[in-house]
């Protein structure tokens, strides 16, 4: 089974809540999802509605957000792992409750997993790469413990698999 975890450090995340956000990420040139928890995948990242009027932006850090509007944004700190290979289907089956290989490229999903709230996005795949990533972001506080989580299960489904 081909399997790797990795932190993810090069997405910007930026929470943007309130009346006018989806118009300040529009006018940045962004598409917005238009149902709640639904995810629009952009060429850096993804946007991400998880509420009537709040959105979840993931990105490089190059796209220049609007000053004015009525609506406030936030850094957000959420530790992020991408895995990748075809082997991440069966580690996700051994840790969540939803089977996030049925999501479509581009699907968003806020579920729990290994027993802690966390947010899924099955990125599309880069050229010639099959299949395509899973983007696993979780409360930073949490970091430390899925990291061990992910690693033990990979190493045990990788041993059960050699026995």
Known sequence: MSLRI???DDLRLLQLVGPGAAEVLQRAGLSCPDAEQQAVATPTGFVARTGRAAFLLAD???TGLPDDGPFWAFPAADHVFRVTG???PG???ELCALDPALLAEGGW???RFARIA???FRAPPAPGAAPPDLLIGCDPSHGRYLTTTLETVAASCAESRDN
């Open 6 to 8: 990795a932190i993810v």
């Open 109 to 111: 999903l806020m579920t």
């Open 86 to 88: 075809a082997g991440w």
């Open 118 to 120: 966390v947010w899924l």
């Open 91 to 93: 580690l996700m089956a």
């Open 60 to 62: 490089d850090g190059g």
